[in-house]
């Protein structure tokens, strides 16, 4: 007890970051809501909007494995401070050279590529340095503050940048984002993660190569039931996510004919289930058990289907666009339980020096089924344009069996101390 109060979890260094997340994050979150909505407005494609949408997604997923072995090997917040300050400087390259272009959409495409890859190299260097600087049973603590951060941050963005982008169009949205990109890397000067430099004379691509191999090996071998649950992960990505990423949109601007402040709101809402689901994982912390997670998954592909009735019964254009805010609220509550247990459970698994690398490849593989998903629901929705519901309810039947299969994979995890550490078998 004595402990715990001598090495609280908001010290100097861990409430920096979290300091810099909400900033950082704020800015990520405006471009993240403005970017794709300015493509949907100036092409009115939904099939469009779903390739671009994948096409921005892949350089994530690339470079998230790759971000992770940096992390491993180069100060963390060293990561942080140059990659926030270089997103700065690019959104302000793309603001100077934005009027001399000829095609306004593939300059949008390139920057969303650029934010995407960065963002897959940032994150792992966050996640990595959670357990330098919180105690293991912090864990769980320490991932639901960063998740109400990010929660946080979502639910002003696309709020404030459904104003914004409503009154005045593109150009305030990333003059914002340029100060807070800029703002937190300057914040980020002031945090100091610990970081043991390794002696390595090996090339780059042997580095990579022997980084990737060592994390699949890790969770192949050691970790098998990481494998496991990445592979469903993977499906309910697929299925469930990629339909709300793309038909969130789709549905509120194009079939209902919301405006853009009604959309940012929507997009709000699922903001605030993430910071609801982050408050509900900090307050619960080791009362939530990973056995049962698949009900969280149940739940979601369950909640989709109010949605798909709304549509299908043809209720009014503003009561079935309330129907779709609140279920995107609960699904977003019970996907945000499910991403904090999941992630302090690996990270709790992976040994300090592989954390970064592991944690990164974990989400590389959870992540490639998105583009594969957003595009194939961008090609649905223009298809059926006039019958959603028929994707909508297809989406939660498929990922209600992803969920109940689920179970048997999460029942397998069993605990059992070994010197005085939790091992997870299966």
């Not at 390794?198 to 990579?208: L, P, Q, T």
């Not at 990423?245 to 709000?268: D, F, K, R």
Request: proline fraction near 5%; hydrophobic fraction near 55%.
């Amino acid at each position: 007890m004595n402990e715990q109060k001598q090495q609280p979890l908001f010290q100097k260094d861990f409430t920096l970051v979290v300091i810099g997340q909400i900033i950082s994050l704020f800015g990520n979150a405006i471009l993240r809501f403005a970017l794709p909505l300015y493509i949907l407005t100036l092409s009115g494609s939904a099939a469009l909007f779903g390739i671009v949408s994948a096409t921005s997604f892949l350089p994530m997923i690339i470079m998230s494995p790759i971000g992770g072995i940096i992390a491993d090997r180069v100060n963390k917040q060293r990561i942080m401070v140059v990659l926030d300050f270089f997103t700065s400087g690019l959104i302000l390259a793309y603001i100077l050279i934005s009027d001399n272009v000829s095609s306004p959409v593939l300059p949008v495409v390139i920057l969303m590529m650029a934010l995407y890859g960065i963002q897959g190299a940032y994150s792992p260097s966050v996640q990595a340095s959670l357990p330098l600087l919180a105690k293991e049973e912090q864990l769980v603590t320490a991932n639901a503050v960063v998740n109400l951060v990010q929660s946080f941050s979502g639910l002003l963005g696309p709020v404030i940048g459904g104003m914004l982008y409503a009154a005045y169009g593109l150009f305030p949205i990333l003059t914002v984002s340029v100060f807070c990109f800029f703002f937190a890397a300057v914040m980020e000067l002031f945090i100091r993660i610990p970081h043991q430099p390794r002696n390595d004379r090996r090339g780059v691509f042997a580095i990579v190569k022997s980084d990737l191999s060592d994390s699949a090996r890790f969770i192949l071998k050691e970790r098998p039931i990481l494998a496991k649950a990445i592979v469903l992960i993977c499906g309910f990505n697929l299925f469930l996510s990629s339909m709300l990423v793309i038909g969130l949109p789709v549905l509120v601007t194009q079939y209902l004919g919301m405006s853009e402040q009604l959309y940012g709101i929507s997009q709000g809402a699922l903001a605030a289930g993430g910071l609801a689901g982050g408050i509900l994982a900090g307050v619960l912390g080791k009362k939530l058990d990973i056995r049962r997670s698949y009900m969280l998954l149940l739940i979601c592909a369950i909640g989709i289907i109010p949605m798909g009735l709304t549509l299908f019964l043809h209720i009014p254009a503003f009561g079935s666009y309330l129907v779709i805010t609140a279920v995107s609220f609960i699904i977003m509550v019970c996907a945000t339980l499910f991403s904090v247990q999941m992630l302090a459970f690996a990270q709790s698994q992976t040994p300090v020096e592989l954390t970064g690398k592991v944690l990164s490849f974990l989400m590389a593989i959870s992540m490639c089924a998105q583009p594969v998903g957003q595009a194939l629901y961008g090609v649905l929705f223009e298809q059926f344009i006039d019958l959603p519901w028929i994707v909508v309810l297809g989406s939660a039947g498929i990922s209600a069996i992803i969920a109940v299969y689920s179970k048997t994979t999460f029942k397998m995890i069993e605990t059992r101390p070994v010197s005085s550490e939790k091992v997870y078998e299966v």
